[in-house]
T-cell receptor, first 116, second 112 residues
Framework: GAVVSQHPSRVICKSGTSVKIECRSL??????MFWYRQFPKKSLMLMAT?????????EQGVEKDKFLINHASLTLSTLTVTSAHPEDSSFYIC????????????FGDGTRLSIL | RKEVEQDPGPFNVPEGATVAFNCTYS??????FFWYRQDCRKEPKLLMS???SGNEDGRFTAQLNRASQYISLLIRDSKLSDSATYLC?????????????FGIGTKLQVIP
């Protein structure tokens, strides 16, 4: 089955640090990847849709200058949390599906970000 | 009205019981539907797609009712390992843009 790899799985860093999270589709090409965040005991919240070769589409209320998304190739999207603060601590998950639409999303393992 | 609605539960059921979850969606143009399972502090994992004709995978049965705009998941002979949160996911294509919407999830706790 489709495999999506996300790295790192765990990050602990000081306030003010920028953190980059990678999402790779290992055995298929993904023109679109999605980035979510999830707070404890809450549902997934879509942050942005990452489109290969073009700008990401951000959901309302998500700061694009805070959460930088780059989708430079069909197998890699990155999310950079710039100048992270404790309130950015969360579980971040990416997902991707096969090209062609109407396919289920396959998720990365998630990144647990803790800002001290 | 939320785009995708689920009862958050929790549903506490004894081992061996049959339990069913529903999920309603508001966009009649939605095209694809899925059930995911999420364990605590883990990423969601695809449980099954939901087809118009209904589909079954072992103890799990999924159904879609387009007229009433809901999907359902039935779990028979519940196991302790079925304890998890079950997420309803709706996929809508609009003008070439793919939108994925999650329900809040229904928590299931299977009790010995």
């Amino acid at each position: 089955g489709a495999v999506v790899s996300q790295h790192p799985s765990r990050v602990i860093c000081k306030s003010g640090t920028s953190v980059k999270i990678e999402c790779r589709s290992l055995d298929f090409q993904a023109t679109t990847m999605f980035w979510y965040r999830q707070f404890p005991k809450k549902s997934l919240m879509l942050m942005a849709t990452s489109n290969e070769g073009s700008k990401a589409t951000y959901e309302q209320g998500v700061e694009k200058d805070k959460f930088l998304i780059n989708h430079a190739s069909l197998t890699l999207s990155t999310l950079t949390v710039t100048s992270a603060h404790p309130e950015d601590s969360s579980f971040y998950i990416c997902s991707a599906s096969y090209q062609g639409g109407n396919q289920p999303q396959h998720f990365g393992d998630g990144t647990r970000l803790s800002i001290l | 009205r939320k785009e995708v609605e689920q009862d958050p539960g929790p549903f506490n059921v004894p081992e061996g019981a049959t339990v069913a979850f529903n999920c309603t969606y508001s966009n009649s143009a939605s095209q694809s539907f899925f059930w995911y399972r999420q364990d605590c502090r883990k990423e969601p994992k695809l449980l099954m797609s939901v087809y118009s004709s209904g589909n079954e995978d072992g103890r799990f049965t999924a159904q879609l009712n387009r007229a009433s705009q809901y999907i359902s998941l039935l779990i028979r002979d519940s196991k302790l390992s079925d304890s998890a949160t079950y997420l309803c996911v709706v996929l809508t294509n609009s003008g070439g843009y793919q939108k994925v919407t999650f329900g809040i999830g229904t928590k299931l706790q299977v009790i010995p």
